[in-house]
Structure formats: C-alpha cells, structure tokens
C-alpha cells in the first residue's frame, strides 16, 4: 500500500474510531488499526452490510456492499445518504433512521435501484445497534440481491397468467360448442322450412320477399354462431387459394360508403401478389374488423392505411436453424388515439372493449377473432401503438407454394332429387321432423326415429331395406360414431352422413375416423344437403363397380 493511500485509511479509521466512541461504542482493533470484531464476522458475508452513526454518517461497509455497488470506503465512511443519494430518497431514509432509532423497532423494505439501466431488486433489513447503556445509537443495514427470485416470481406470474388465459379460452370454446349445437338446432327448422316453403312458391309471389327475409336472417344467426366459435378455434377452416388484395378490395369497398366522410381511406397494393391459402370468409372478417377498430379509434376522424407486401422473415426451422421465408404482410394503420401499454396486453381478450359503458359501437369480440384466425392460418400479427400516435396491425401470411393442391369450387346450385330409402336418426323431435319432409320433398322414402337404440334395431332386423344412413352425432344412449360404427358390424357397404350442430366437426380428419361418407353441419341447406346425398351414392355406386 503507497504511504499516501495507508494515510488516508489511517484518517477514515480513526475518524471511524472517534464517531464510534462518541456514541459509546467500543470495538477492539487488529495490529494493522483495522476494526475488528462484527467486521470479521460480516466480511464474507453474501449479504450487503453498513453500519451508520446516530448522526447518519457511515461507519463501516463489508466486502459484499463495495463489490456490488462498486465503491470504497473512502467513498463511503464518513459520509451520509445526503451525500450519496438524491435528497428525496435520502430524507426517506433518514427518516427510517431516526424511528428506529427511537423506537427500536427493525424494519423491512424492498428498493430498486438502476445499475448501468437494469433495475436491480434487493431487499433491505435495517435494525439498531446498541451501546452499553443498552441505547441505539448505529444503524445497522442488510441487503439481499433478489433480483432472481424477483424475475423467477415474475415468470412464474406471466406462466399462471397464461394458464389461467388458456383455461379461460377453453371455457369459452366449451360454452361456445353448446351453444352452436343447441342454437342451430333452433335454426334448422326455421331455414329448412323457410327454403321448403319458398321453393313451392312462384318466384314472383310477395310471400318469397317476407321468406327471402327470413332466410337471410336465419344465414345471419348462422355466421353470427360461427363468429363465436371463431374466438376459441371450434371450427373448421375451408382453405382455397386466395387473391389477399381481392378480398381488401371487397371490404375496402364496403368501407367507402359507411365510414364517416372525416376519415381518408389510403391503400397501397398496386401490383397482384402470390397467392395464400386462406378461408375467404374468415379473411374477410379479419380485416373488416381491423378496419372497424381504426376506424371507431378516429372519432375525430384520420387517415385509414392499409397496405400489401411481399416480404422476406427469418424463421426457425426443426434444426432450430434460422431461414428466410416468404410472406404476405397485410398492414392496417390509423392515425387515431392509440393504446397504452396495459390495453395492449389485454387487446385479443374475448370481451374486453376500451368503450365506454353504455357505447353499443363493440362487443369485445372483434380482435378476439381476429387472433384466432391468424392462428387458424398459421399467420403471425403484430401490434404497434401508443397513445396519441396511433396503431398499426400486420399480419404475415405465408405464401402458398403449391397451389395445385388448393382450388376455389362454387357449389352446384340446382336441387338434387332421388328415390331411395333413408333412414334419418335425430333425438330433437323438430329436427326430425324438418328433415322427414326435406327428404321426402327431395323424393326419398325416409324412416325415421328418435331414439338411436331403436333406430338401431330397426337396422338389425332389416339391413337390405335402406340405401343410405343419415344420423345427429349427438344423442343418448348411442351418440352418431357409436351407432355408424355398429350399423357398419352388420353391413359395411352402407352409405353413412353424419350431421352435427358443432361445426368444428367438419373435417376430413373426422370422415375418416367415424367411417362416415361425409359429415353436414346445422343448419344445412336444402341444396346442399341434396348435393351432399347425390354425392354420396355416385362414390357407392362407383366402389360397388370397383369390387
């Protein structure tokens, strides 16, 4: 040690000395003049360790304190927290001081402080030291770094969250499946019959505007159950090959005529763009309702940009090797009051709005759906926003490389008729009923029943009879897999369609595995239903021919 720095150890210990002294405080020394005693004991310590002087000057730091906070005694002793700290946190902390001083009492406080722009946790005890008339006259501080534990709690938090989230989805997805099963059934009668009826009528009739009427209604409900299906990804994608700018144009045109005249509409997509494998009605909710939300955050009105590109993103591969990949970026920009960062957190949460109660401008649902048909097409979406500043949304959508394997087929639109022997299987007695007389008005002698046991033993006692088996997947007794399964034991060539109020079922995935010819969603439509039948008897005639 240089003469200059052993001179200056030698003032701080003596002044040390001397405060320690003053408040009746004796401590034995070392040869060297090093204070002994409790420094010993606390030199290794893993804890951060200082003593200050009734007078709020420092007496003694250990090793643990000066490598973490970087400093030295000479930087330290001798000083106080006025010295050291911003005035505010140092009248806190003499503050603390001074009641413990008086009272004797230790006390527990959590601090943050900024090292190098990372906030580091520690935990501070601060007790009395007493002389030995037994009065307090030192502070006494221990700090633990829990930074760890605090980040480790944080995660473990964030981790419970998204369980709780995942949880509170598939509550949602549970309640949403019931509800599409029961609601549908309340509209198969009401569409079956309104389309029954309208067929009978000439087209001229003023009853098919009030059917016309009706119908569209009934369509409505329909979309409005799959929209709720939607948030919790309980039903099925129908992917094509799609034009993304085609469909932006379609809702763009939309737009122009109901936003308010204060709002400049701005797109950039001037050339055509590859191809991605989407489901067309989905996509077009998906940006009708990002256009919505930009357009009810400009109520003072604003500029609404959306743009199209075609770009390249680094992905990870099964390797765990970075590659580019091929995207379609559709962004949707406004100018309009933005979002803070707690809202942004909350943004996809089903049923959370920012509006104000009573407002009837949003149900809460609209960004949850939209997160769920990103993740049904394997997209990514992307949120920026503050307020004041606006928001921007992109959504990458990868780009279809094969598009052989995908094609946009429009429904026949003519009704198909037939002859053969049915047997219809639905425990709803409306139901029923509706698709008794859709049948028979399609031409087919149908036997039906309610009850999938009996419908079953009617099967047993006279398998030749029917040509094709359509069932409800839902039913006591035996559910429409269980019942298709055990009709196939008796005959196996027998044509089966199953028909399902949850339409999530509607997947070549669940034809296979029920063993089924194809699978038909309520409400069904009267020409489809009668396309799906005529189908199903050209493929059994066809593997009738093959054996």
């Known amino acids: 040690m240089k003469d200059e720095d052993k001179t200056k150890q030698q003032l701080i210990e003596e002044m040390v000395k001397l405060r320690l002294k003053g408040n009746g405080v004796e401590l034995s020394q070392n040869g060297d003049g090093v204070i002994d005693g409790f420094k010993q004991i606390v030199k290794n310590s893993t804890m951060c360790i200082s003593v200050k002087d009734a ?35 140092a009248e806190e902390y003499r503050a603390q001081d001074l009641d413990i001083l008086k009272t004797g009492k230790p006390l527990e406080i959590e601090n943050q402080l900024n090292f190098n722009g990372k906030i580091q946790h520690f935990i501070l005890t601060k007790s009395a030291l007493t002389n030995s008339d037994g009065i307090s006259s030192a502070i006494c501080v221990t700090s633990a770094n829990i930074t760890k534990l605090r980040q480790a709690e944080e995660e473990r938090l964030k981790l419970e969250e998204q369980l709780r989230q995942s949880q509170k989805m598939e509550a949602i997805g549970t309640l949403a499946g019931g509800i599409a099963h029961d609601f549908n059934n309340l509209l198969a009668p009401i569409l079956g019959y309104t389309q029954l009826t309208k067929m009978s009528l000439a087209p001229a009739a003023k009853e098919s505007t009030y059917l016309e009427t009706i119908e569209e209604s009934a369509k409505r409900a329909k979309d409005l159950v799959q929209k709720i299906l939607l948030i919790s990804r309980k039903t099925a994608t129908a992917t094509v090959s799609v034009q993304l700018k085609n469909l932006v144009e379609e809702v ?43 357009v009810q955050a400009m109520q003072e009105g604003g500029d609404l940009t959306i743009k199209l590109n ?7 591969s099964e390797q765990e090797n970075k590659i580019l990949e091929e995207f379609i970026c559709l962004s949707v920009e406004d100018s309009g009051c933005g979002m803070d960062s707690a809202t942004l957190e909350r943004i996809y949460d089903p049923f959370f709005t920012t509006k104000e109660k009573g407002e009837t401008r949003g149900t809460g649902l609209g960004l949850s759906i939209v997160s769920s048909i990103v993740k049904q097409h394997k997209a990514n979406i992307e949120v920026e926003s503050a307020p004041g500043f606006g928001t ?32 219809l299987i639905d425990d709803d007695k409306r139901v029923n009923e509706m698709g008794r007389t859709i049948l028979q008005y399609l031409g087919y002698q149908v036997t039906s029943f309610t009850d999938s046991q009996e419908a079953l033993e009617a099967f047993e006692a006279n398998p030749q009879i029917f040509h094709l088996v359509i069932t409800d997947y839902s039913m006591p007794n035996l559910t429409g897999p269980q019942l298709m399964k055990k009709m196939k034991t008796i005959r196996s060539d027998i044509p089966m369609l199953l028909i399902t109020g949850y339409s999530n079922f509607v997947t070549p995935e669940n034809i296979q595995n029920w063993e089924c010819d194809g699978i038909i969603a309520k409400p069904y439509d009267v020409k489809k239903l009668s396309q799906t039948i005529n189908q199903v008897f050209i493929k059994a005639a066809k593997n009738t021919q093959l054996k």
Request: proline share 5%; net charge negative.
């Open 55 to 89: 007078d709020g000057y420092y007496l003694f730091i250990n090793e643990k304190f000066k490598k973490t906070f970087r400093v030295s005694e000479e930087m330290i002793l001798g000083k106080t927290d006025f010295d050291l700290l911003p005035k505010e946190i």
């Open 310 to 316: 075609k770009i390249k993103r680094q992905i990870s």
């Open 392 to 423: 921007i949304f992109r959504i990458y959508f990868p780009i279809l490389k094969d598009e052989t394997n995908f094609s946009a087929k429009e429904p026949e639109s003519r009704v198909v008729s037939g002859n053969e022997h049915v047997l």
């Open 252 to 294: 763009l045109t939309v737009l122009q005529v109901s936003i308010p005249a204060n709002i400049d509409i701005h797109q950039e997509m001037d050339f055509d763009f590859p191809l991605i494998s989407a489901d067309p009605s989905q996509i077009y909710q998906l940006i009708l309702n990002l256009c919505t939300n930009a």
